[in-house]
């Protein structure tokens, strides 16, 4: 005990400034946010997927990760909110049961700790803390920020994030001989990953820091005062604090979002066949225990493979193409046949054996194997897919595809099409139902079963075009099918077909998707998304950066006192534009139609005006 120095203190130094500026963003930020009691902008748009979560319902929001989402969905979940409320239009009062503090104070304190956290930043920049101030003073007051941060948006929760990383990095690199160093290297790590989770605009940020490392780490390469151990493991920490970590919580945030939202939804028409069936209810309860080899006689129906522009399936109807089109061509004036984006009793095809006549399933069935030769007949009115040397309706480059009609012209039936099976194992595989991506060859012209996007007339009843592509090349979804709904058929008359077709589906076999699998493909649906995003530069430098540097060429006190007079008239120019129009960043107090006026600075600003 007598190692031991009595008495034992703890030293603590507080920064007064930066607990006023935190303080002063909270009250900015928090004060009255339950206030408007209505749906405000774009809480319309989240707020549907709030309540996708509360109820464990599937979605895909195409504007970025889950992450964001399940911030403000702790929110909803921590104030009791049950997910029953319609967010169908701005200005919608909210209902008694929808925790309206709840919803917003987390957006609220991710925008109350930016300000401390721009603080920091300019702090370790190398700037005074005069510089700080003056840059919170700026943020603090700016009242497009108040907003964001007050009502149930994600751009402050995002802005959070990235200082974070920002800040985290500069505190790694500074700190070269402390311990604690790599505990902000991780912090940084995580801060990217949460940034990216929220909206892919975040990657704009962590590719920047990503830069900044590999700068750093090549000079540290470069240092010959470093063992090549010291390096390697410099390197190695790097490279797992600021890749593999963010890979890892990446998948991470989508493992817990397919974990929670385990439920059929709105959002499974944008899924594959095979991921609508891995969720509860809707698809799945309609494919629950189908037959999973396709056989011959097995009545199916086709969907597409791509989601673009809608989800759809092969699609027939006792309608002929038109003789001749508008443009003056002409058509082979067959049954028409198109893609569908709606479940209907006219999407159900039969696999049929070319060498025989019978449409059911043998005993035992008889499996579809890749580069089988078939047949498909259109359940409802018997007419075979055909393709022939016709130019479609829409594409004239491609082949029409028809119902055959036998109209005794010299225009033979070609309906020979070869299975091609894209994702198969194997050269003898069995054409499995939702689980096979399915190309049909035509086998008198080589043209593959497609389609084209293109939306037909009114005549076509604005459906979707399917063509014979003859040039078709590479993997293209939309050149590829996949079995949804699949029974095996049992009636040879075509009156007890058509009640065959009616009734639901059969048989008990239950199949699920990996993880990694639903991973991959919502991935894919996603991915658009990287190469369409705009990035709005706001400004081109830091004003505070631009103030300091002037700051630094006023050598006079005369030239410094004038500079301070000029920054306290900014300032205060400032205050005065937040307090002027604080009545529309808070919504209180009320004021007339006179007031309301006075504020409108820009003609733009008409949308303050409602005439009654």
């Not at 002929?320 to 893609?339: A, D, F, K, L, M």
Request: hydrophobic content about 45%.
């Amino acid at each position: 005990m007598q190692c031991v120095k009595l008495p034992i203190s703890v030293r603590v130094e507080i920064n007064l400034l930066l607990l006023a500026v935190t303080g002063l963003a909270l009250v900015t930020r928090l004060y009255g946010i339950h206030f408007p009691r209505a749906v405000v902008f774009d809480e319309v748009y989240y707020g549907q997927f709030l309540s996708l979560y509360m109820k464990q319902v599937f979605f895909i929001d195409e504007s970025g990760p889950p992450f964001g989402h399940m911030v403000l969905a702790l929110g909803a979940y921590l104030g009791g909110f049950d997910g029953n409320f319609v967010w169908n239009r701005i200005g919608a009062e909210y209902t008694s049961n929808v925790p309206v503090w709840s919803l917003r104070v987390i957006p609220a304190l991710a925008g109350s700790f930016c300000i401390p956290l721009a603080y920091l930043l300019v702090v370790e920049l190398g700037y005074s803390h005069f510089s700080a101030l003056g840059a919170c003073m700026l943020l603090l007051m700016e009242n497009s920020l108040i907003v964001q941060s007050r009502f149930m948006l994600l751009e402050s929760v995002l802005i959070f994030f990235l200082l974070l990383a920002v800040l985290s990095y500069l505190h790694f690199h500074k700190a070269r001989n402390s311990s604690f160093r790599w505990f902000w290297l991780m912090i940084c790590g995580v801060s990217c990953a949460c940034g990216i989770g929220v909206k892919y605009m975040g990657m704009f940020t962590y590719f920047l820091l990503l830069g900044l490392t590999a700068v750093h780490t090549w000079q540290l390469i470069g240092d010959r005062t470093l063992s090549y151990g010291k390096v390697v493991v410099q390197v190695l920490v790097r490279f797992l604090a600021l890749v593999v970590l963010p890979v890892i919580m990446y998948i991470g945030f989508f493992y817990v979002h397919l974990t929670l939202l385990y439920r059929s939804g709105p959002h499974d028409q944008m899924m594959s066949s095979a991921f609508q069936a891995s969720l509860e209810g809707g698809l799945a309860r309609i494919t629950q225990g189908q037959p999973l080899d396709v056989a011959l006689g097995s009545q199916v129906t086709l969907r597409t493979v791509s989601s673009k522009p809608v989800p759809c399936w092969l699609h027939s109807h006792k309608v002929n193409y038109p003789i001749r089109y508008e443009n003056g061509r002409g058509s082979s004036h067959q049954q028409q046949v198109t893609c569908y984006p709606f479940k209907d009793v006219n999407n159900w095809w039969i696999i049929k054996d070319p060498g025989r006549h019978t449409l059911v399933v043998s005993s035992p069935p008889r499996p579809v194997r890749h580069g089988d030769i078939i047949q498909l007949l259109h359940g409802m009115t018997s007419r075979y897919l055909n393709t022939h040397d016709v130019a479609a309706p829409m594409s004239p480059h491609s082949q029409e595809v028809s119902g055959y009609i036998d109209f005794n012209v010299s225009m033979p039936a070609q309906n020979l099409w070869r299975v091609d099976i894209v994702n198969r194992e194997s050269d003898r595989e069995i054409w499995k139902t939702i689980l096979s991506e399915v190309r049909l060859v035509h086998v008198n012209t080589s043209a593959v079963l497609k389609l084209s996007g293109a939306s037909l007339p009114e005549w076509g009843f604005k459906q979707l075009e399917v063509v014979g592509d003859k040039i078709y090349k590479g993997y293209q979804q939309s050149g590829m099918w996949n079995v949804e709904e699949h029974r095996y058929g049992r009636s040879q008359e075509q009156k007890e077909r058509e009640l065959e077709l009616k009734s639901p589906t059969h048989s008990d076999i239950k199949r699920n998707l990996t993880f990694m699998a639903k991973f991959l493909e919502l991935q894919h649906r996603l991915a658009w998304i990287l190469f369409n995003i705009t990035l709005i530069v706001f400004c081109k430098s830091s004003l505070c950066a631009h103030i300091c540097m002037l700051f630094s060429f006023l050598r006079s006190p005369a030239q410094r006192k004038a500079f301070g007079v000029v920054i306290l008239a900014v300032l205060c120019s400032v205050y005065v534009s937040y307090h002027n129009l604080s009545p529309l960043t808070y919504g209180q107090p009320a004021l007339s139609s006179d007031e309301l006026a006075a504020l409108r600075w820009r003609e733009s600003w008409d949308i303050l005006l409602r005439k009654r």
